[in-house]
């Protein structure tokens, strides 16, 4: 009896030995699952991929999480698991090439909108083209609805138009082509237009009226207006156009713009923009801006430039500053000013006459006093300043004003101030280390080297264009910043081809335009990412896939740092991702 009490003694121990086991292999689990829960989990994980962060304390990667709309995990394909669970998207991105999301520094935003909605003179070979389509478009328009159309350039039609002064046309051709509609036809630049007979008449323009200052109604050599408007003259017309637009009813007003918007924003996702600076918009547009920002209807990241009357800026610049307003849609620190105009329609202000036109250096558009005041009302109101300078002039006048404000404020750094000079294109070299030792930013656009290329020797001659047109070499070199961007629309929207144009400065007849200028791959990159981020105040938060900044990616369909030179305008945009979030992708992606 004892030996059978006994084992059932030695029975219960062991079971109860057993039931511990059990309830701490239980108790370990759920401190398992409850520690897995603490440990996040993303909204999005790209793997598979390679990633180029432009981060150079991790350059490269396999994977990266996102979470709540900022990077959360940057790493290799291994590590990535950890964060994903049943509510992660994952996109295998099969070898794909993965960059921080490309960073549009000089654009016109509601500018590029404007002109995919209005006729598309780009493309056109010589004068009799434009005519047809100008013609096509009077017929479907109602009498007196205005047509605008942009990017035609002279230089590049395939013969000139017959007759011509200066190789513009006249208007009376396009005149007699509509009869009962204004026409304004913009050239590619936006420093010169063409106006129809019925928009001068409209802008109470005769054969009487004079140039205005910093500006150029275009006469021939006996005194014959062709209908051609440079530069600050060209406000003869678009105020004309802008008082037609002002008698719309607002509702009417608004529903243009939102058109505008999204074709813009359209265009910018297709090509891979997650962060676009706007170079110029009245505090009216700004306020639209804000509205769409307000409603969650803002979806790339936009920088915009106030470009307003002095008055007005005094009254408005401190109570319209906006940093990272929108969850880091919108952002308002910067300033426009024009200290001259386009190298095309030889509006550049030089500091030697142009070799094609002996006598003429171009035309200081905004008077030096007035930008002086603007660059004070810039340090007042903590405001970045971009002043747009392209010609040799330009580019010395604009860094002698940064320089004065730098010495009279000795509270203020100029590196600091982040300063910039909008193109930059043509330099002496007396000027190339200023922009470096001043702190300024060179925002250039790779592509109008290479566009420019076939009339910048005519204008400037070998000499002079070898020296100092689009010199970027010789700034990195010195140590200076140079954001990258387009300008669209005075370009198309592209930073696959300006990539290509600032790696290769080839053209489109296959020759290079001063190559020894060109930029290397990687400084490329950089220009379009990080240093635009710099160039706008938001390195912090952009410009490099790095953990904790803000998860805006272009994901590209071949590796742009080591495919062969040929065949980087083949890169395609597969994905646009801002904010964690898809809102771009390329047709026929699984």
Not at 109 to 132: C, P, Q, R, V
Not at 446 to 475: M, N, Q
Request: aromatic share 8%; charged share 25%; proline share 4%.
């Amino acid at each position: 009896m004892k030996q059978i009490i006994s084992r059932h003694k030695v029975s219960a121990r062991y079971s109860l030995r057993i039931t511990h086991y059990f309830f701490m292999l239980i108790a370990s689990v759920v401190f398992i699952a409850g520690c897995g829960s603490n440990n996040p989990t993303a909204d999005l994980v790209m793997k598979n991929g390679n990633i180029i962060t432009v981060d150079e304390k991790l350059p490269s990667a396999e994977a990266v999480a996102v979470k709540e709309g900022k990077i959360l995990f940057v790493g290799n394909n291994n590590d990535i698991e950890k964060y994903i669970d049943e509510n992660t998207e994952v996109l295998d991105l099969k070898g794909a090439t993965v960059i921080p999301g490309f960073f549009e520094s000089h654009a016109h935003f509601l500018g590029t909108g404007k002109a995919l909605l209005n006729l598309d003179l780009s493309d056109a070979a010589n004068w009799d083209e434009i005519i047809a389509k100008v013609a096509v478009a009077s017929e479907q328009a109602l009498p007196g609805e205005w047509i605008i159309g942009r990017g035609w350039h002279q230089e590049k039609w395939t013969d000139p138009p017959t007759p011509n002064f200066m190789g513009y046309p006249y208007n009376d051709q396009l005149s007699k082509a509509t009869p009962y509609n204004p026409v304004m036809l913009i050239h590619a630049s936006g420093h010169a237009l063409i106006a129809n007979k019925k928009a001068m008449d409209a802008a109470g323009v005769t054969g009487d009226t004079k140039s205005p200052k910093g500006g150029n109604i275009v006469r021939d050599s006996s005194g014959v207006i062709l209908g051609v408007f440079e530069e600050n003259a060209e406000d003869l017309i678009q105020n004309a156009y802008r008082s037609y637009l002002d008698k719309m009813p607002e509702a009417q007003r608004v529903k243009l713009l939102n058109k505008e918007v999204k074709a813009a924003t359209d265009n910018a996702l297709q090509y891979g923009i997650t962060s676009f600076y706007d170079a110029g918009e009245n505090f009216r547009t700004i306020d639209f801006l804000k509205n769409l920002a307000d409603s969650g209807k803002l979806k790339i990241r936009l920088n915009v430039m106030v470009l307003d009357e002095i008055p007005a800026m005094r009254k408005n610049l401190a109570k319209y500053k906006l940093i990272g307003y929108g969850d880091n849609h919108l952002t308002v620190r910067g300033i426009k000013q024009y200290m001259d105009g386009a190298l095309g329609s030889r509006g550049a202000w030089m500091l030697q006459d142009y070799s094609d036109s002996p006598g003429w250096r171009g035309l200081n558009v905004t008077p030096l006093s007035d930008i002086r005041k603007v660059a004070e009302l810039a340090i007042k109101n903590g405001y970045q300043l971009c002043t747009h300078a392209i010609g040799d002039r330009a580019n010395r006048e604009t860094l002698n004003i940064y320089e004065r404000a730098f010495k009279k404020h000795p509270e203020v750094d100029g590196k600091s101030l982040r300063w910039r000079i909008e193109h930059a294109q043509h330099l002496s070299n007396k000027d190339k280390p200023r922009f470096a030792k001043l702190g300024v930013i060179a925002a250039m656009q790779g592509i109008h080297a290479t566009s420019d290329a076939p009339f910048v020797i005519e204008r400037l001659g070998e000499k002079r264009a070898r020296e100092g047109a689009y010199v970027w070499r010789d700034l990195l070199d010195l140590g200076t910043v140079i954001a990258n961007g387009t300008d669209s629309p005075v370009e198309k929207l592209d930073p696959i081809a300006c990539y290509y144009a600032s790696v290769t400065r080839m053209t489109k007849s296959g020759k290079p335009f001063f190559p020894k200028q060109k930029m290397t791959r990687m400084e490329a990159l950089k220009s379009y990412t990080i240093n635009g981020a710099y160039a706008a105040f938001q390195d912090t938060l952009l410009g490099s896939i790095t953990k904790g900044k803000l998860a805006d990616f272009t994901v590209l369909s071949q590796n742009i740092l080591t495919v062969p030179d040929w065949k980087l305008p083949k890169t395609q945009i597969l994905y646009t991702i801002i904010g964690g979030k898809v809102l771009y992708k390329r047709q026929g992606l699984e």
